[in-house]
């Protein structure tokens, strides 16, 4: 379903990504880890198709989407639902305008329909009802639930987040976990899960792929992944720093 093949991005001097190779199958859940800096996001949007690479390429099913005009990347990423870091919410707009924007903005249903759908996701997120709340007034948890709902709304066969659990509680970023793995499971959708959080990794993970120097360092299920010996591994799995490293 996403295929990278020999992935390069730069940015001036700054080499980020230098020849990544991955493949995630349909209906996956796949999880990149990767230490903060070393390119989990820029690798995000290149597979969202919001970047190109320098050289490479990127397959979405069989089209190859670093080759495509603005008009073709466009259809490809009406399939697609990115939740990006921060899962920022217009505050201007209550939670069921948030969510429904992108089908009002279409235009092509009506406004009762969009409003059935708007409570279906809503309850599929455990927030039933919550339509005329504010941003303002919700939790940091409640957030990233509306975030989702919104994201799924257009029902895409490819979601990605970009560290879907940042600042929760290790319960509320459980139950969002949790959520994102049912959806994957009872939507189908192929999902991509940036994260560096070891729980996130074991509850949603089939296979994982840890980003290091630019590179996928290893492509591994979550078990082969808490058992490796390897020091790279061990020592990110662990939260262990060489003290080598020229980052804090
Ligand atoms: N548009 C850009 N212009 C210049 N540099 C960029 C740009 N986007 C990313 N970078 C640089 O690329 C590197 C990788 O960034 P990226 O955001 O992918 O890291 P990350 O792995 O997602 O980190 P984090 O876990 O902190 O979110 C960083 O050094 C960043 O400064
Ligand atoms: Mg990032």
């Known amino acids: 379903m996403i295929k990278a093949c020999n992935l390069y991005k730069s940015f001036g001097e700054q080499a980020v990504l230098c020849g990544v190779n991955l493949e995630i199958q349909k209906g ?14 820029v690798l995000l949007k290149h597979m969202a198709g919001l970047i190109q690479p320098d050289a490479g390429k990127i397959f979405i ?29 217009f505050d201007s707009m209550n939670v069921g305008e948030n969510i429904g924007f992108s089908l009002y903005r279409e235009g092509k ?36 639930r509306v ?12 979601i990605f987040y970009d560290e879907p659990t940042a600042g929760l509680d290790p319960i509320a970023s459980d139950s969002i976990d949790k959520l994102i793995k049912r959806i994957c499971e009872i939507r189908q ?8 959080d070891m729980r996130t990794t074991q509850t949603i993970g089939e296979k994982v792929f840890m980003l290091h120097n630019g590179q996928i360092y290893l492509t591994a299920t979550p078990k082969e992944l808490f058992a490796s010996t390897d020091p790279v591994v061990h020592n990110f799995v662990n939260g262990i720093s060489d003290n080598k490293s020229n980052l804090t």
Do not use: C, Y
């Not at 996956?28 to 996001?41: C, F, H, N, W, Y």
């Not at 099913?61 to 919410?89: P, T």
């Not at 975030?147 to 490819?158: D, E, G, Q, V, Y």
């Not at 959708?189 to 560096?196: L, S």
């Open 147 to 158: 975030a989702l709902a919104r994201a799924i709304i257009h029902k895409p066969s490819i």
């Open 61 to 89: 099913g069989d089209l190859e989407i670093s080759s495509l005009n603005e008009r073709e990347l466009l259809e490809v990423r009406r399939q697609m639902a990115v939740m990006f870091q921060g899962a920022a919410l």
């Open 109 to 144: 249903r009506s406004h009762s329909e969009i409003a059935k759908e708007i409570a279906g996701v809503l309850e599929l997120v455990g927030l039933k009802g919550i339509e005329s709340k504010w941003p303002a007034d919700l939790s940091g948890g409640m957030k990233k």
């Open 28 to 41: 996956e859940a796949a999880v990149i880890l990767g230490r903060s800096g070393s390119g989990k996001s």
């Open 189 to 196: 959708v192929t999902t991509v899960v940036i994260t560096h």
